[in-house]
């Protein structure tokens, strides 16, 4: 598979809109656990980004400058927990891609296990502990493992993108040991967690852009 700059950058702008789609239902499950905010807050980072996209990222073909920016962009935007996570993630993912203008299989699969690196050290969440780590984890743990026992790298983030489903959807029964929610104690069970939500939307659209 060759993925471009231009996909890279269509990638994000199917994000913003993805996000935009789904912001009442984020803030709805954030006001069950949080403060309410994680649509607004995803929104306006995504709103940011896409501004970029349309000026300064126009032209650019360089994937490690467009993640970056990106990364940028999206911490300066957003205010909660998830801009330094998200930040953390793109600028890992950014290093990975080697100011190359074409990814190939190797570069993206190395891109997404970079970035949930990043992510987990940011952070210091692991499984269980009801957060976007929940998606996360088993999405980049069968990435890595589909890779490398198939080399198909799209059936690989089929299977990882069903694996961070499951992950996503195992965050309801779960009690939040990190951030805001973790406050909550008992009655933050039931809900899925709104980090774990978005973060699988975000890689259930990057499986459509390497599909199409
Ligand atoms: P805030 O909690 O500051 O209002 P948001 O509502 O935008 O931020 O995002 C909340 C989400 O951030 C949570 O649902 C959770 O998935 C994620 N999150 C919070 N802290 C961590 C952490 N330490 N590691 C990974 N994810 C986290
Ligand atoms: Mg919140
Ligand atoms: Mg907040």
Redesign the pocket.
């Known amino acids: 598979m060759i993925y471009s700059a231009n996909d890279l950058k269509q990638f994000f702008k199917n994000v913003v809109e993805m996000i935009e789609d789904k912001k009442d239902y ?2 709805e ?2 006001r069950k ?6 649509g ?3 929104s306006i980072g995504w709103q940011a980004v896409n501004e970029q996209l349309d000026s300064d990222l126009k032209d650019e073909e360089d994937c490690t400058k467009i993640s970056m920016a990106v990364a940028r962009t999206f911490l300066s935007a ?6 330094p ?1 998200y930040a953390t993630g793109l600028l890992r993912g950014a290093k990975i891609a080697g100011n190359k203008s074409e990814l190939n299989d190797s570069d993206l699969v190395n891109y997404w296990a970079a970035f949930v690196d990043g ?2 050290e ?4 692991e499984v269980g ?8 984890i088993p999405f980049s743990e069968t990435l890595k493992k589909q890779f490398t026992e198939t080399g198909e790298a799209s059936l690989a983030f089929e299977s990882a993108v069903e694996a961070a489903k499951q992950g996503m959807e195992s ?1 309801k029964d779960l009690l ?1 040991k ?4 973790s406050r909550l104690g008992e009655r933050s069970k039931g809900a899925i ?7 699988y939307l975000i890689l259930s659209i990057f499986l459509d852009s390497i599909k199409s």
């Open positions: 984020l803030s499950l954030d656990l949080g403060d309410g905010d994680h607004v807050t995803m957003v205010g909660s927990s998830v801009g996570l992510v987990k940011r952070g210091g969440a502990d009801k957060t976007m780590m929940d998606t996360l965050t939040s990190k951030g805001r929610s967690d709104p980090g774990a939500a978005s973060a």
